[in-house]
């Protein structure tokens, strides 16, 4: 079997049926490919009963049931059932807009055969409202020795987990999901990072990222959100110096965007001693700000770097309201 499709699904009775139909009606032999659903211990009381009924209806899906233990767990739980060769994760509430998706991702790999293939994404505001995320600046494939700190310069091998497609042997390497983090993706990536050797891109309209979902916790910044990111740069970082030069040089600018991504959501929380204690231990990772393409985090970064970090947690949230309203 070549693809296992993994759905973490908690509470999404709205949605759950247009994901799974768009995963299921892909035409992909139904042998290639198995669309897993991980019901996280749903509570709203029909999202576990369409699981069974999505499971009944296509011959692809199946669906597994377990007590709540939170996206990390349900991936998890996915990974360890699966069969394919190659995972890929979607969110509940995400779905994908192209039937020939499969068929197009397949060649990249009879292609390439690469370790993981970066998906581009749509972030979705409704049928006719969207922005599309496509990575088409940079080589389709390439090796990872030679690139791969431009890679994480322009955010190609960052957070998300579901706009790539992962070999099945890197997860027999020990990758896996941070069970009990609020922001798992920035981890999991990191992690990802340090194993690769290969990569290829597939630029193709078909990931839906709905936004704006009232409950994602895409939406919320919470202390616990914050932590999280700050104990992923410190779990991250910890086997940096037994990694090579280049991967040590790439993981530094990654962890500095996931640092600098959090800054303006710290004032509110500033009292937290273990806060106070990472935004301290890893404030260097801001002298990596001038590596980072994206204009906001390099500008967000130099700047706190320049005015220090006390006075910049102070300033960004004033500074984000008014970039707002222009």
């Given at each position: 079997m070549k693809f296992s499709i993994v759905v973490a699904a908690?509470?999404?009775?709205?949605?759950?049926?247009?994901?799974?139909y768009s995963l299921a009606d892909q035409n992909f032999p139904n042998s290639e490919y198995e669309?897993?659903?991980?019901?996280d211990g749903s509570t709203d009381g029909l999202t576990s009963k369409l699981c069974d009924e999505l499971s009944s209806k296509y011959e692809v899906v199946r669906t597994i049931h377990q007590e709540n233990g939170g996206l990390s767990s349900a991936r998890n739980t996915g990974i360890k059932e699966s069969k394919?060769?190659?995972l890929l994760f979607v969110d509940g509430d995400d779905f994908w807009s192209n039937p020939e998706f499969l068929n197009t991702l397949s060649e990249n790999i009879e292609n390439y055969r690469s370790d993981v293939i970066v998906l581009s994404y749509n972030?979705?505001?409704g049928s006719d409202d969207g922005v599309k995320v496509s990575f088409d600046f940079i080589p389709n494939q390439g090796d990872i020795n030679d690139e791969l700190a431009e890679l994480v310069k322009n955010e190609v091998l960052t957070a998300p987990?579901?706009?790539k497609c992962v070999r099945r042997n890197l997860f027999k390497q020990g990758l896996d999901f941070p069970i009990g983090f609020l922001s798992e993706d920035c981890l999991y990536c990191a992690d990802l990072l340090k194993l690769i050797s290969s990569y290829s891109i597939v630029n193709v309209d078909c990931y839906q990222y709905r936004q704006n979902r009232l409950g994602?916790?895409?939406?919320i910044i919470k202390e616990q959100n914050v932590i999280d990111i700050l104990k992923s740069i410190e779990i991250g970082l910890t086997d940096i110096d037994k990694l090579s030069s280049n991967v040590k040089y790439a993981l530094n600018i990654y962890f500095a965007i996931s640092y600098i991504s959090i800054l303006p959501?710290?004032?509110q929380y500033s009292s937290h001693p273990e806060i106070q204690r990472l935004l301290r231990e890893y404030k260097f990772l801001l002298k990596f700000s001038h590596e980072i393409e994206n204009r906001a985090f390099k500008y967000t970064g130099m700047m706190a770097k320049v005015i220090g970090?006390?006075?910049?947690i102070k300033m960004f949230p004033y500074l984000m309201k008014f970039y707002k309203k222009i």
């Open positions: 908690y509470n999404v009775a709205e949605y759950i049926e247009e994901c799974v669309v897993l659903i991980v019901d394919g060769d190659y972030k979705y505001y987990a579901w706009n994602s916790i895409t939406n959501f710290v004032n970090l006390r006075l910049s």
